[in-house]
Structures are given as C-alpha cells and as structure tokens.
C-alpha cells in the first residue's frame, strides 16, 4: 500500500488552500481513487500535517455517510515530516455546487431544499461524532452524478475532530482567525468560539443562499446594518420573491444569518423543522387578515433592523424614567410634593413621554402640568417640553449611536427643566 500504487490521471487536478486533488487509478486492479496530497511548500508545517491527520479521521469516522470513503492513506505518519501525506479515497464523480451554479444556474428552492436537506443530515451525523467541518462552502460540497438528491460534503481539513485531538493531544492554535470568505462568522475571530455546531449549521443556510441567488452571502451584516437577504435584494431572482414561500424562507433567513450566534438555529432539529415549514401549506386560506398581519408582524420583528429599534425604544424608556425619577427626588428633596405618571411610549416606540407637576406645601399652589417628550427618527433623539398642553420648547440633541452621552447631557441639564417646571407656579 503506497502511493505509487496509483497512477494519476491527465484530467486537470484540483488545487486549493490546502493542497491538491487528482484523479488516479489502481495500477493493478484499475479501481478509480481520488488523491489528496499536502502543496510542497507548507508539507512540512507541524499544524498543515495534524490537518491532514485530522481530515482523515473525521473522514474514516464519517464511513462514508455522505463523505468519501477512505481507500488508503498514511495519515498517522504525520509526526514523521520525511513522510509525504496522501490520501486515495472515493472519487465522487459530478460536480461541487460552485461549478454546478456556474454550468446551470441558479437553482430552485424545491431542489436546493432538497440539498440543504440532505447535507443538513450529514453534517448532523458529524455533530453527533463530536466533528465540526468549519469550512463548508460551495467549493466543498459535490452533487454526486450532479444529482441534487445526492450531496456529498469534502474536505475536512479545516474540521476540528474530538477523537483525533485526543489521540494525539493535539491544541489547534486558537489564536488564528477561522474559515472562509464566503461567509464570514464573528465567532472565528481569533480566540473565539471555533467549536460550535451553531457555525456549521449557519454556513448552511449561506449554502442555501447561494444555490437560490447565485452570490456569496460574505457576511452576515452589511455596512447599512442589514443581512444578505435584505443586502443583496436586488439579486433575488423575481421568481424566488414570487413564490408563495418567499416569506417563510425568508424567516429561515432571518433567523439563520443572526449576527449574535445564540439568536440563530440552536440545534439541527430547530433548522429542519423551520426549513419543512417553507414547503407547508399557508396556515390558513386567503382573506385571513390576522393570519397574515402575523406573518407580517413576526417578519419585521425578526429582522436585525427591528431588533435594534426595540432596543432604543427601551434604551429611551430607561433614560426618561432616569429623568423622572431625577426630577421627582430634587423635587421633594426641596420640600415639594410631587405627582404625574411614569414614562412610556407612544407612536410605535418613536416618542417617550412622561409628565409631572410639582406641589408647594406650604402656599398650596400648583405647577402647571409638564409633559417631557423624547423623539427619535432612530439616528437621532431629540427631547422637549410643554406645559398645559401649550406649545413645545426643543430640549436637547443626541445621536443614538451615542445614547450613553446623549443620556449623561440630558440628566446633567435637569437644572433647566426644574427651572421652567417652578416657574409655572409663580404666574
Ligand atoms: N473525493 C473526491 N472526488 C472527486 N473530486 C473531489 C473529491 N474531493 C475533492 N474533490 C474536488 O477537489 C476540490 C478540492 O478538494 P478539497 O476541497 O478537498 O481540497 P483543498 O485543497 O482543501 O481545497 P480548498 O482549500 O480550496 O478548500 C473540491 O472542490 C472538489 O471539486
Ligand atoms: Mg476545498
């Protein structure tokens, strides 16, 4: 058993990062291989080698569910740095998904669910024996006969393997930043999370992305704050925005492209159910206005945008009450009683309000009624006041990318307000 046993074959080999792939034949029983080996220049590199150990470990443990099988290798010479690496395994005879895409198209959501499927189930089994492939893209995926049914996910050379690290104790530097262009995740920083199932499983739905758009999702959020789906609309086949699934896909994006890792699929179970529902039936039939304000409602909520107009319309609940609360205790500090209602929001979150009037014990007389209000158009916040109902004085401008300032300025200016607040006792 030795590599000189096959005999490469004239078809172009494949290269990447981390070495090169060739056709090869038996010589003596003409059975058809697939080689792996190492580029010359990073050969001797300890991690590259303990890569290529891993590789085939993760490929023996997966036994050919949904990977190749492993037909020969000398993967455990790899502390040996005399020894060339090689692997013959199966030889998958079809395309991967990057060339299929550039020969056909983009493809159906019917048949790139049916992909997404079935690759969902192999990397589950590969979850299951403890094997992160962290590099699944395009590249790495074939169609088996170029048969969507019939996925086959390659290379895990990038994959982190628990039976391999144990064997041989091995500690990937985690020092280094992690996976690949087509869809970078913030937990492969450097030092961050490399080991979560949640990072496979988000590679995925940048896999479904890709087969429907033709385009690499890249990121999980745009400058402008938004995800590739909402990113890159204009690339959605009209089609796709057509069908009447469109908007249950859009929720798997929604939720998958996340950019915090615990808001994402949490498990395999939680992606499968929610990609089954892309294919169910419309809950109920047409003329259902709840139904679909709901679907409407759990969309918009569902976005990266929503969440983070829900988090400054609480952001402002927090710091007009601060306000009042301020207000109130300098107040009674003073000997003045104090009455109004607390802070709340009004027109769909955009405007905080909270109104107060002050008491003099000793004369009896009353302030006017003052009613403090904090606007946003979500870039910028703007507070002001009335008294009675009368016309509105501007307070104070902030932006709400800087809050924490914005919310420092407008405690520090209580002075003001109290001011105007006594004022409208003494006429
Ligand atoms: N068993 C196989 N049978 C047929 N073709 C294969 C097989 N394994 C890989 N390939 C093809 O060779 C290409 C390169 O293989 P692989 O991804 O394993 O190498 P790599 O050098 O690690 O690549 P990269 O670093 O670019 O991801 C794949 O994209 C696929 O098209
Ligand atoms: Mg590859």
């Known amino acids: 058993m030795a590599m000189q046993d096959w005999t490469v074959q004239p078809q172009e080999a494949r290269s990447g990062g981390q070495g090169s792939v060739a056709f090869v034949v038996h010589n003596k029983s003409g059975a058809a291989g697939a080689l792996k080996r190492m580029h010359p220049e990073t050969a001797k590199e300890k991690e590259r080698r303990f890569r290529f150990y891993s590789e085939v470990g993760a490929l023996k443990a997966m036994d050919g569910h949904g ?174 925005k057509n069908d009447e699934r469109w908007l249950r896909l859009r929720s798997v994006f929604n939720i998958g492209f996340q950019h915090r890792i615990e808001m994402r699929f949490q498990t395999s179970e939680e992606l499968r159910l929610k990609l089954k529902q892309v294919c169910a039936d419309p809950p109920e039939p047409k003329g259902d206005e709840f139904m679909k304000e709901l679907a409407a409602f759990r969309e918009k909520i569902e976005t990266i945008e929503a969440q983070r107009r829900q988090a400054l319309v609480e952001t402002m609940i927090s710091a007009s009450s601060a306000l009042e609360i301020s207000l109130r205790t300098a107040f009674e500090g003073e000997g003045f009683s104090v009455k109004g209602f607390k802070s709340n929001s009004r027109s769909g979150g955009t405007v905080v309000v909270f109104t107060i009037q002050i008491g003099d014990n000793k004369s009896g007389r009353q302030s006017g009624l003052f009613e403090h209000s904090m606007e946003t158009d979500f870039i910028n916040v703007q507070t002001s006041y009335r008294v009675d109902f009368g016309p509105k004085y501007d307070g104070m401008l902030g932006q709400t990318a800087d809050f924490e300032n914005f919310q420092r300025n407008i405690i520090s200016g209580k002075e003001i307000l109290m001011a105007a607040i006594l004022r409208t006792i003494a006429v």
Request: proline share 6%; aromatic share 6%; with cysteine.
């Open 67 to 240: 990977v190749p099988l492993v037909i020969e290798s000398n993967e455990e010479c790899f502390s040996d740095k005399c020894a060339e690496l090689y692997l013959v395994m199966e030889r998958i005879e079809g395309s991967n998904i990057s060339d299929f895409i550039s020969k056909h198209g983009n493809i159906e959501l019917t048949d790139a669910l049916i992909i997404i499927n079935r690759v969902l189930e192999i990397v589950e089994e590969g979850h299951r024996l403890e094997i992160f492939h962290r590099d699944l893209k395009p590249d790495n995926i074939m169609l088996r006969g170029d048969d969507v049914s019939d996925p086959v996910i390659v290379d895990y050379g990038m994959s982190w393997n628990k039976p391999a690290h144990q064997e041989q104790n091995y500690k990937t530097p985690g020092g280094k930043e992690l996976g690949n262009r087509f869809l970078r995740l913030p937990e492969y920083a450097p030092n961050g999370i490399h080991r979560d199932s949640r990072s496979d499983l988000t590679m995925l739905i940048g896999i479904l992305f890709y087969l429907l758009v033709g385009k690499a999702p890249r990121w999980l959020v745009s400058e402008l704050g938004l995800a590739p789906h909402d990113h890159l609309d204009a690339e959605m086949p009209e089609k796709l």
